[in-house]
């Protein structure tokens, strides 16, 4: 798989152009707190979003919420505890910690 993350620059323009706070581009990211979203809107230390948490980004915005659903729905069948809008204040158990 080829991956080059957006730019610093293109990351904001996105947010621009969605209008949302760093708050909601760290919750359609996965990040547990807008500090991440803060870290890769960060021009002098450029260090690129991954790509699953890029790929959810870009999912949660673009597909209906019913295809959302069925993508949530099969995480659980696998075994993950998911709630897209819940607070993430309890420890993480697997995938970003934070830093």
């Known amino acids: 798989m080829l991956f080059r993350p957006p730019t610093v620059a293109q990351l904001k323009q996105w947010k621009a ?3 949302y706070s760093g ?3 760290a919750q359609i990211l996965g990040m547990k707190t807008s500090r991440r979203w803060r870290d ?3 021009e002098n230390k450029p260090q690129g979003i991954p790509p699953a948490n890029l790929f959810m980004g870009a999912a949660l915005v673009i597909l209906p919420a019913s295809e959302i ?3 949530l729905e099969k995480m659980r069948e696998i075994g993950a505890t998911i709630d897209l809008d819940a607070e993430s204040d309890s420890p993480v158990q697997g995938g970003e910690q934070e830093q």
Request: net charge negative.
């Open 69 to 71: 659903e069925l993508v």
């Open 17 to 19: 152009s969605l209008g």
């Open 23 to 25: 708050a909601r581009m």
């Open 40 to 42: 890769y809107a960060d």
